[in-house]
């Protein structure tokens, strides 16, 4: 009959349609995630002094790339990061949108800081701001004018100006034009330092000065080029040679002989060296998650005029960065240090204590040829990141001001060897162990100021302050 035929082709019909609607909507996910999607275009706003060119570079996609429908959000809060870690932009914010089921087009939208810098400075002068605050007896400061522009010319260069007085006289001139990604770029610093007040020694493992009224003690000249060196992102590259003349007064070098090479007055050296870095971080300046890798060697100190044949210096380090649960936070940072002679020269001293020191240990200078240690810390995120808009602000770029707050367990080792350890210095060749509690703060423009409580294995222990405020 007609009517029951147009029955069950019609009910035939509807059983196709509907195990069509069921397969679609119970379909695995990866048909749709392994879907490629091809980058149409780049929307970029905000960035008024900023060459798009400097964006483009940080971003890990190009217009015409492909890009899996499942990583678009990796993609993209990896996008959102490194632009944040050029320190050029205080906001980023990452968008996307599908123009047609093969494309997708993503606009970044910038806000960008202030970067020319020209004020007046007035600064402690110390290996650390605990150690200013032991050591200050009101001749700890030097004050004078900085001048610097980030973002030069819209371009990533660095220019800065810097001249000081007070504790020392100093003029430093910098440049530096880092490369884009999988670009080559180049830099420049050369400064003159002028010393009437010198460490010469250590003495209790704690440095010992030398103060004159206004004579000269030391003074410095030096020059260092730079070529850099940037691909895929992650991995830098550096190689450097740098020019140093430094000229020592015979009443410094009557307290220690052995100031500069060969027990001369003056000294002309050369340095040459390798940088390499892996710095795949969320964040340059506090990172929670990522690795970090670096790796250096230098030939420091071989004379122009002279016989002193100078010295190698290894240096490596390693990060890890990781999320143990909800507000929870771990680190790991291990390091070394090694030159390959037992005794070098005290201007060329190493140890922990100036380019690297242990919690606990911050009033300390622990004088050696090689040493090493590891960092761990517990973070607790207190308050997390508050983004506010001051709308009193007149300058856009000092409008978004932001904070958060961590708490943190730390816990600290390293070891230091001196084949040449004087009795009056008992932390070399010496296990040493620091911990205790602390809390971070972190604002804009990249400042973090830290408070501390820590022990360390001597049975010393206080209260330390770090602020990263140099410029």
Known sequence: MPGICVIRRFGLLAFFFFCSLLSFLYAEPLELQDTKLTVQDIEISGNYKTRQKVILSELPFA????????????????????????????????????????????????SERWYLWVFPIFENEGRNFSDFLRLNDGSFFNYG?????????????????????????????????PGLNNQSGWGIDAGWLWNDRVAYGTVD??????????????????????????????HYHSVFAGFMNIDAADTLLAYNPDMLPLQQSTSETITLGYNYMYDKRDSKIYPLKGLFIEAEIIRE?????????GFFRGRGAVAYHNRLGDKLYYNTRGFVSLVDLDKVPYIFRTGLGYEEYLNGFEFRVIDGTSYGGLQSKLLYELIPRKDIRLKWMPLEQFSHFHYAFYIKLHFDAGYVYNNFEQDVNRMANELLLGYGVGIDMLTFYDKVLSLNYSFNNFAEHGFYFHFNLTL
């Open 145 to 177: 004018l900085y001048v610097k522009h980030d973002n030069f010319r819209g371009r990533k260069e660095v220019l800065k100006l810097r001249a000081v007085t007070g504790y020392k006289t100093q003029l430093v001139f910098g440049y530096r034009n």
């Open 205 to 234: 493992d704690k440095q010992v000065f030398l103060k004159t009224l206004g004579d000269r003690l030391l003074t410095t000249t030096n020059v260092t080029l730079s070529y850099y060196y940037r691909h895929n992102l992650d």
């Open 301 to 309: 100190g071989f004379g122009l005029e002279s016989d002193y044949e």
């Open 63 to 110: 217009i015409g790339s492909s890009i899996e429908m499942m990583d678009l959000m990796v993609v993209t809060e990896r996008a959102k990061e490194n632009l944040l870690n050029t320190s050029l932009f205080n906001s980023v914010e990452i968008s996307f949108y599908y123009p047609d089921i093969h494309s997708v087009v993503f606009t970044i939208e910038v």
